[in-house]
């Protein structure tokens, strides 16, 4: 498994993390030695014939029991890097 | 007082008696705590451990006392505690305070435990020697020049220190037991589902479970009875009823030869492994070979789970809600920005490696590939336990390496994993006890023993445990 730089400048756009040149050949490196490692899985995958990942079953609980609105707010936005009175602060994006 | 190798059991008996009282226990702790400053074993300690001791003291006196009152513990620095800087060693979250309690803090707190402060980690736990912490490498109390294991290795170190007489980790791949064995204390990872995740910082959600550190295997009993049961919080946690299954007395252990005897396996650490099933013999234990080729698959399959669910779990890190944030031209930029200077090297690596084996494309090859695999795991190892009570492993393959010795060798690091990573897989406990030291360059360093059970067999890890205590009277460091 080959990973290119434009690969790994991909990755970073898709993950939204910015990243060095410098840091970039070292990733694409890491990457690809990690991939090869972990690709042992395709070939034991493959030796199991077609194997089914487990059941899926429902886990959600009902929504209900709110609790009463606000009590949370300051706690929560306190954190924010920005804020205008209850809401979040951000650039415009339009 | 001399509080090296009090037990909680002995701290908790002369508390009750008032032997000792709450305070004069949390003082001599913060004592070594303070003493011990250089280990760079707690990030913080906290302010009000007096005023908790009282709160402690009052319970005892009124009669309301659990086996958890007024015993100091230290929290892994990715639990929230509410009001408390919670940063999971990272840059990202330096100074973000916790908004509520996790499940397990509301369980100690309500048992009257006290919080000595939290330790340092590998950031957001991705790591096994602490050295991809934001601030600071932690120094094993066995050797400085050497990691105490990680992730959770402040908390391990604080133990081992003894500036605790419990911690509590978090374990997502060995992050409990791997420097446990390192430090030479007792970690257990309880099955998955026992311990409510609510309030623990998500790594891998299918695979995270939180559990104590202890002295001695009663010890990691008993905060284990006091953190255990379901939590509406957790969507994952599992009904009491179901854990309630009767397992008897562990008779049988399986070893998978083949495995153990895996390359880069240090001769000291077999030769070690050798000795404790001769001592389990002894005991009265049946030793059997077992065949589990799927187990050497563990690693491959962790190393696609965890960075997925890692790309995914740490989206919500975005500068924007909370965390670290750095301005940029515009909303893209803030993202981008804030991401690429808040999170360390490791998690961005891992990241990235979650974010490929997700994307179109390479989706089936990789993370429907590895999810085939890890249910053919369970279900070999299902198999293995209806022909052994337990199965047991060294913890780590070697003892603690030198700082430095990996961290620029991402896979070199990750294949100290090799023993533990596969438990996390199959969602079953698992626990690592202290079996002996070898010595290196001066220095005594411990190694670890790894029993596995099945599914909520917990009380099976204690029962074979605390045999294998017995055994180990001579070899205690």
């Known amino acids: 498994m080959s990973i290119e730089l434009k690969d790994v400048e991909h990755l970073a756009g898709l993950a939204r993390i910015a990243v060095s040149d410098s840091e970039k050949e070292v990733l694409r490196k890491d990457l690809e030695d990690i991939l090869a490692y972990v690709s042992q899985v395709k070939e034991v995958a493959a030796e199991m014939g077609s194997p089914e990942a487990g059941e899926l079953h429902n886990v959600m609980r009902e929504d209900e029991g709110a609790h009463e609105g606000g009590v949370f707010t300051e706690d929560i936005l306190s954190q924010a890097p920005a804020r205008e009175g209850n809401r979040l602060s951000v650039k415009k994006i339009l | ?477």
């Not at chain 2, 659990?66 to 990715?78: E, Q, S």
């Not at chain 2, 295997?217 to 946690?237: Q, R």
């Not at chain 2, 562990?250 to 083949?258: F, K, Q």
């Not at chain 2, 913890?395 to 030198?402: E, G, I, S, V």
Request: aromatic fraction near 8%; include cysteine.
């Open chain 2, 1 to 477: 007082m001399d509080i090296k190798n009090l037990t909680i059991k002995e701290a908790h008996e002369m508390l009750i008696s008032k032997k000792m009282s709450v305070l004069e226990l949390a003082e001599a702790v913060l004592k070594v705590a303070e003493d011990t400053r250089d280990l760079n074993a707690y990030l913080e300690i906290f302010d009000d451990v007096r005023a908790q001791a009282e709160v402690a003291q009052k319970m005892i006196d009124e009669g309301r006392a659990t086996m958890m009152t007024g015993i100091p513990v230290a929290m892994k620095d990715n639990i929230l505690i509410k009001g408390r800087i919670v940063s999971a060693s990272s840059k990202m979250l330096e100074n973000y305070r916790a908004t509520y309690d996790a499940g397990v803090t509301k369980k100690l707190r309500e048992a009257g435990a006290i919080f000595v402060g939290r330790t340092n980690m590998d950031e957001f736990a991705m790591g096994g020697s602490t050295e991809t912490s934001a601030f600071g490498v932690t120094k094993n109390p066995h050797d400085l020049t050497r990691v105490p294991g990680g992730s959770s290795g402040g908390s391990a170190a604080a133990l081992a220190a003894n500036a605790a007489l419990g911690a509590l980790g978090t374990d997502t791949g060995g992050s409990i037991r791997q420097p446990a064995s390192f430090c030479g204390v007792v970690g257990l990872k309880p099955t998955y589902g026992s311990v409510s995740r609510s309030g623990l910082m998500a790594m891998a959600s299918s695979l995270d479970q939180a559990g104590p550190f202890a002295k001695t295997v009663e010890d990691a009993e008993i905060i284990f009875d006091c953190i255990k049961g379901h939590d509406p919080m957790d969507s994952t946690s599992y009904p009491d009823d179901m854990a309630r299954k009767d397992f008897g007395k562990p008779r049988v252990i399986g070893v998978p030869t083949e495995f153990v005897h895996a390359k880069g396996v240090d001769p000291r650490v077999l030769k070690n492994f050798e000795e404790s099933l001769e001592a389990m013999k002894k005991e009265g234990y049946e030793v059997k070979e077992i065949s589990l080729p799927t187990l050497a698959h563990g690693l491959s399959v962790y190393y696609i789970l965890m960075p997925a669910e890692v790309s995914s779990n740490l989206a919500r890190l975005d500068g924007v809600r909370y965390g670290y944030h750095a301005d940029g031209a515009n909303l893209l930029e803030d993202y981008m920005k804030s991401r690429g200077e808040g999170f360390g090297r490791e998690v961005r690596r891992r990241i990235l490696l979650g974010t490929y084996v997700l994307s179109s494309g390479y989706y089936d090859a990789y993370y429907g590939r590895a999810r085939a695999v890890q249910e053919k795991l369970k279900q070999d190892l299902a198999l293995a336990f209806k022909d052994v009570d337990i199965i047991a492993t060294p913890t780590a393959p070697t003892p603690a390496f030198k700082i430095g010795e990996k961290s620029s060798d991402p896979l070199a690091m990750y294949l100290a994993d090799i023993f533990t990573v596969p438990v996390n897989i199959a969602g079953v406990p698992a626990i690592s006890i202290p079996c002996g030291i070898v010595e290196e360059e001066g220095s005594k360093l411990p190694l670890g023993i790894q029993f596995i059970a099945p599914h909520f067999g917990e009380s099976v890890l204690f029962a074979a445990g605390k045999d294998f205590e017995k055994t180990q009277k001579s070899n205690i460091i």
